[in-house]
């Protein structure tokens, strides 16, 4: 077996920003999801323009279609798709544990790995860390996410425990083939991705601490947050996240995985979380709901949705926000978009998607100014 070795690559840094495979990462930063290689309704060059600079892929999704193998004869994620910006491939644990509780008879999840017994990935019987991590280094990504057994939502204390175990045992699976890849392929600090392990216990502060410190026993690059950030009555958990990120080491990311409204953003940031990740700007511009400052950004981060489908709209032909310098406020009204919504045309989603993308990039650059 490879010794595990933990490398600290952030020597003479601070935790406003790290060095990735050459590309400087400022903190704190928000990605958002382009589960299958794309934020959906919009391009590469969308993306970099709304002020975005990097992204999270879900490994799981990509390995179904369009195959990794496609993937790797690309060239890699980035160029398969057209970006040069950061790449976060997660494991795919959150969504595996969904499809699997939510269809019984799709597969099972053991100690050794996922076994599917159906649907698309049924060749290929189990799904391993040693597997996630390899097929992570095929995608060529930058920041590399543990497979974690995601904690069930309300579930009891043998589960979470049960949860835990699964967890460390899956880190350690990880960090040992993430080294022996490393070796493999003759990378070296400077050239090689990150990894991060994920930190698990639902609502059990003893079963967090635990995770946490076990996981910093394996040593890893920086850690995440895992589990449902939400409490029993479907706001923020606040206490859970701030003891979990009390946990992290302050030399690396702490990665606030599945966190991201504007509001959790700024709480988040001042828990010493330092990257966010969330579906919710670019699906809600999909679904009509925009989001917008109420005051300028510099002066007030206190955000409100604008429902643009709604007939008050329908005259208005101002921008959808007077502190936004997004490609779509520059061009376009509210009353232009109204009128793309009511009839269904898929310009809509990329305008609203490029302008909510841009609300949160601008969101990032106050914070980073605290």
């Known amino acids: 077996m490879i010794p595990l070795i933990f ?31 794309v934020v959906r309704a919009i391009d590469s060059q969308d993306i970099k323009n709304a002020g975005i600079e990097g992204i999270v892929v879900i490994t799981y999704h990509l390995m179904t279609q369009p195959g990794i193998s496609v993937i790797k004869q690309a060239g890699g994620i980035k160029k398969f798709m057209n970006w040069d910006g950061i790449v976060a491939s997660d494991s795919g644990g959150f969504q595996i544990f969904s499809m699997i509780h939510r269809c019984k008879g799709l597969g099972k999840i053991t100690d050794e790995g996922v076994r599917f017994t159906r649907g698309s990935m049924k060749d290929k019987k189990v799904f391993t860390p040693e597997q996630s991590i390899q097929t992570q280094f095929d995608l060529d990504s930058d920041i590399m996410i543990c497979f974690d057994d995601f904690t069930p939502y309300r579930a009891n204390p043998d589960q979470i425990k049960e949860s835990v175990d699964r967890t460390i045992l899956w880190a350690r699976r990880c960090k040992e083939e993430f080294e022996k890849q490393i070796q493999r392929q003759k990378l070296t600090d400077a050239t090689r991705p990150i990894l991060l392990g994920v930190i698990q216990g639902a609502d059990s502060l003893k079963e967090r601490e635990r995770c946490a410190k076990e996981l910093q026993k394996i040593g890893f690059d920086g850690y995440g947050f895992g589990g449902w950030p939400l409490d029993e009555n479907g706001d923020f958990d606040y206490k859970i996240a701030k003891f979990t990120a009390e946990l992290m080491p302050d030399n690396g990311p702490k990665f606030a995985l599945g966190v991201g409204t504007p509001e959790s953003i700024v709480e988040g940031q001042k828990m010493d979380y330092t990257i966010f990740d969330c579906v919710l700007p670019t699906r809600d511009g999909r679904h009509k709901r925009l989001y917008n400052f109420k005051k300028d950004p510099s002066q007030s981060l206190e955000t409100e949705y604008l429902y643009i489908h709604r007939e008050r709209y ?29 009839i269904e045309d898929t310009l809509a989603y990329r305008l609203a998607t490029i302008h909510n993308l841009r609300t949160y990039s601008r969101l990032i650059d106050e914070l980073r100014k605290q």
């Open 7 to 37: 490398v600290n690559m952030y020597n003479g840094e601070t935790m406003n920003e790290i060095t990735i495979k050459g590309q400087k990462l400022k903190f704190p930063v928000y990605f958002p999801d382009g589960t299958r290689a």
């Open 314 to 342: 329908m005259r208005d032909f101002n921008p959808i926000s007077d502190y936004c310098d997004c490609y779509t406020c520059k061009n376009y009204t509210r009353a232009y978009l109204n009128h793309l919504f009511k």
